[in-house]
């Protein structure tokens, strides 16, 4: 079990930039792939982005290619979530998620497959 805890959320312009963290506590940070998901209001949540338990491989949902990055420092027990060229549709709650992956190099896709949740930061993107 690991323990979640995002930051880095808040109120942007359309085309600003916000880097999210999300701070895991417990062990073995590095048997988990992390991923983001974020939720709309009224809407599921839905997948943002993906990396392995050893950071060899991203993965992102089409909507955030090449504006949002994915990163991980084992050594902090830390995510990052940059977003650069934010737009409105970005506005959403961003939640970070664990998936317990051990030896294996795979990054799960669907919510299904993560263990342990954070309790979401607000990003909202304004005009």
């Known amino acids: 079990q690991v323990r979640l805890v995002e930051s880095g959320g808040g109120l942007v312009q359309t085309g600003g930039s916000l880097r999210l963290s999300c701070a895991a506590s417990?062990?073995?940070?590095?048997?988990?792939?992390m991923g983001w998901f974020r939720q709309a209001p009224g809407k599921e949540r839905d997948f943002v982005a993906v990396?392995?338990?050893?950071?060899?491989?991203?993965s992102y949902a089409d909507s955030v290619k090449a504006r949002f990055t994915i990163s991980r420092d084992n050594v902090k027990n830390t995510v990052y979530l940059q977003m650069n060229s934010l737009k409105s549709e970005d506005t959403a709650a961003y939640y970070c998620?664990?998936?317990?992956?051990?030896?294996?190099?795979?990054?799960?896709?669907?919510?299904?497959?993560?263990?342990?949740w954070g309790q979401g930061t607000q990003v909202t993107v304004s005009s």
């Open positions: 998620a664990a998936a317990l992956t051990i030896r294996s190099l795979k990054a799960p896709l669907e919510m299904e497959e993560y263990q342990n």
């Open positions: 417990g062990r073995a940070f590095s048997s988990y792939a």
């Open positions: 990396i392995n338990r050893d950071g060899s491989f991203t």
